[in-house]
């Protein structure tokens, strides 16, 4: 567990860059987010919530695409073999990550998730199938939650980034003018 925490940064795939405290992954600590989902770029982070020697878990922060926690441990099973896992229970925070999540989103958290635990396995020189369960416990979209489209983060994200040129201009007339 503790290779994984020190390094988990690097377990990372490129477009999904994670950027933890000088303290790291502990209780209490925000791990910084800078990623590209299906092109959009998000940027957001999520908390350690827990922490020990045989497991840490991660929650969402408000305006993060899921609203959940992931659980990252290792244990060793009957064999003696050493068993990484990720358990994640999350949902869409709101219509838009809904529909992102339904049509690229999940499909490309399992393939952070693969990466994570392939990287975490060849730190070690382990060459070894990763597998993939998932299960929906609740099919249906949360219209209730429509106003969480104010906080998300992605939406942000994609408004700073436009706006961008609009800044430049602002600073370089600011500059000629003091």
Same mark, same amino acid.
């Given at each position: 567990m503790r290779v994984w925490?020190?390094?988990?940064?690097e377990f990372q795939p490129p477009n999904s860059r994670f950027y933890p405290s000088m303290a790291g992954v502990a209780p209490g600590e925000v791990l910084f987010i800078s990623a590209s989902v299906g092109g959009m770029p998000?940027? &957001?982070g999520v908390r350690v919530i827990y922490a020990d020697n045989e497991s840490f878990t991660v929650m969402t922060p408000e305006g993060h695409p899921e609203s959940g926690w992931n659980t990252f441990s290792a244990y060793q099973d009957d064999d003696g073999v050493t068993v990484s896992q990720i358990q /994640?229970? /999350?949902r869409a +925070?709101?219509?838009i990550y809904e529909l992102g999540f339904?049509?690229?989103g999940s499909t490309e958290q399992e393939r952070?998730? &693969?990466?994570v635990l392939k990287s975490l396995a060849a730190h070690f020189?382990? +060459?070894e199938l990763v597998t993939l369960e998932k299960v929906c416990l609740d099919p249906k979209v949360q219209w209730s939650h429509v106003m969480n489209v104010w906080? +998300?983060?992605g939406a942000r994200s994609m408004l700073y980034t436009m706006a961008a040129p609009t800044r430049w201009i602002r600073d370089l007339i600011a500059r000629r003018n003091p």
């Amino acid at each position: 567990m503790r290779v994984w925490k020190v390094h988990f940064p690097e377990f990372q795939p490129p477009n999904s860059r994670f950027y933890p405290s000088m303290a790291g992954v502990a209780p209490g600590e925000v791990l910084f987010i800078s990623a590209s989902v299906g092109g959009m770029p998000v940027h &957001t982070g999520v908390r350690v919530i827990y922490a020990d020697n045989e497991s840490f878990t991660v929650m969402t922060p408000e305006g993060h695409p899921e609203s959940g926690w992931n659980t990252f441990s290792a244990y060793q099973d009957d064999d003696g073999v050493t068993v990484s896992q990720i358990q /994640s229970l /999350s949902r869409a +925070n709101d219509p838009i990550y809904e529909l992102g999540f339904r049509v690229v989103g999940s499909t490309e958290q399992e393939r952070i998730w &693969t990466h994570v635990l392939k990287s975490l396995a060849a730190h070690f020189g382990v +060459n070894e199938l990763v597998t993939l369960e998932k299960v929906c416990l609740d099919p249906k979209v949360q219209w209730s939650h429509v106003m969480n489209v104010w906080q +998300n983060a992605g939406a942000r994200s994609m408004l700073y980034t436009m706006a961008a040129p609009t800044r430049w201009i602002r600073d370089l007339i600011a500059r000629r003018n003091p």
